[in-house]
């Protein structure tokens, strides 16, 4: 199959219309989206992505409307975040609907929504008359896309259209809550932040969820990662530690001086201003990961804002083989 990237928002909703699927920007990560009432088009995206079924999908709307035809139950609090943060990186999980087709939600009751920031997300969605499935637009476990490109590095000739937003302004994906009356759960940070959440939630109990409350969520501990090996820790040391290998080398915000050993580094943010590191994150985790290097060695962020997020998306490329965090 041959794929077209460009800034087409009506053929691509056609595509959309017919059953196919599209690459779509929007301000997190780019997402490989299908109409979300229909089963067989879902199919062919966790066909595409090589993604258990096991693992549910994110459906996207573009308006309140959306939210109460896709959800049974809707709470108090649930509006308010919504009123807050959306259009915006945040996911809902919420009681669903029966149209909803099983594949979806992964034969769970609930289903998670988001009304994403981008224009070309909103444009788009505003021309169907359906609302869009989209998990990250990248195989299975491997790093998310944050340009065109990027998709079509990975998913080129697989699907007919990338829709080309430009680089993704966030750069992690959206927080994954589970929203009831009176209690918030933390399903994956991401681009809001706990500060954020806490601020709209206020006296309202909220926690974040652990490994053994995840059976279906894509919460496995080897998602996002590079398929070169990444080690996280201190980075003087580890160099000391691994000295003889090739290594690349990822650092928040400063340089690391080159050598012999070194043979690729980023910097996520001179400044230190951690929504550029997020912005920065997955492209630099590319770049290290088509290095050569035998080893990516990486240093956490600071743990608050987006911080979080970072820190949990590094994480998870470390640990590639289970569930041991
Ligand atoms: O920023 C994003 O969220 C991007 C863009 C494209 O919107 N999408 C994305 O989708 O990251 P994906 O499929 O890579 O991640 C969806 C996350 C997974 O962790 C999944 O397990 C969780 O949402 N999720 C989906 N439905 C759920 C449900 N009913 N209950 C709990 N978690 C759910
Ligand atoms: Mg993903």
């Known amino acids: 199959m041959k794929t077209t990237i460009g800034t087409d ?20 990560v780019y997402g490989l989206a299908a109409n979300a009432l229909d089963a067989e088009a879902v199919l062919r995206i966790f066909e595409v992505k090589n993604r258990p079924a096991f693992d549910p999908l994110i459906v996207h709307i573009s308006s309140m409307k959306g939210l109460y035809e896709l959800a049974t139950a809707v709470p108090e609090l649930a509006i308010r975040l919504a009123d807050s943060f959306w259009p915006g990186p945040l996911t809902m999980v919420l009681p669903r609907r029966n149209h909803i087709p099983d594949i979806v939600s992964s034969g769970m009751d609930t289903v998670a929504l988001r009304m994403p920031a981008h224009p070309f997300a909103l444009d788009l969605l505003a021309m169907l008359d359906f609302p869009l499935a989209a998990p990250s637009a990248n195989p299975f476990g491997y790093i998310s896309p944050t340009t ?6 990975q998913l080129g000739g697989k699907i007919p259209y990338i829709l080309d937003g430009g680089p993704c302004s966030i750069g992690v994906e959206s927080t994954v809550v589970g929203v009831e009356e009176d209690r918030l759960l933390i399903y994956r940070m991401g681009g ?21 409350q995840m059976q279906a969520p894509g919460m496995l501990e080897s998602h996002y990662a590079p398929r070169c090996p990444l080690e996280l820790g201190h980075l003087a040391e580890l160099r000391r530690l691994y000295s003889g290998s090739k290594l690349a080398v990822l650092s928040y915000r400063g340089m690391v001086a080159t050598g012999e050993d070194v043979v690729a580094a980023c910097v996520l943010a001179p400044g230190g201003d951690l ?6 994150l997955f492209a630099a985790m590319r770049e290290l990961d088509n290095s050569g290097a035998d080893l990516i060695i990486a240093e956490t962020v600071p743990e608050e804002g987006l911080g ?15 569930y041991d965090m």
Request: charged share 25%; net charge positive.
């Open 9 to 28: 928002t009506a053929f691509a909703a056609s595509l959309l219309r017919q059953g196919q699927l599209v690459a779509i920007p929007t301000e997190t």
């Open 148 to 153: 065109a490109l990027h998709v079509n590095d």
């Open 192 to 212: 809001i932040t706990v500060e954020q959440l806490r601020e709209v939630c206020g006296q309202i109990e909220f926690s974040v969820a652990n490994i053994h």
């Open 275 to 280: 929504r550029e590191a997020a912005k920065n």
């Open 308 to 322: 979080r997020a970072i820190n949990d998306r590094l994480r998870r490329a470390a640990h590639r083989h289970g």
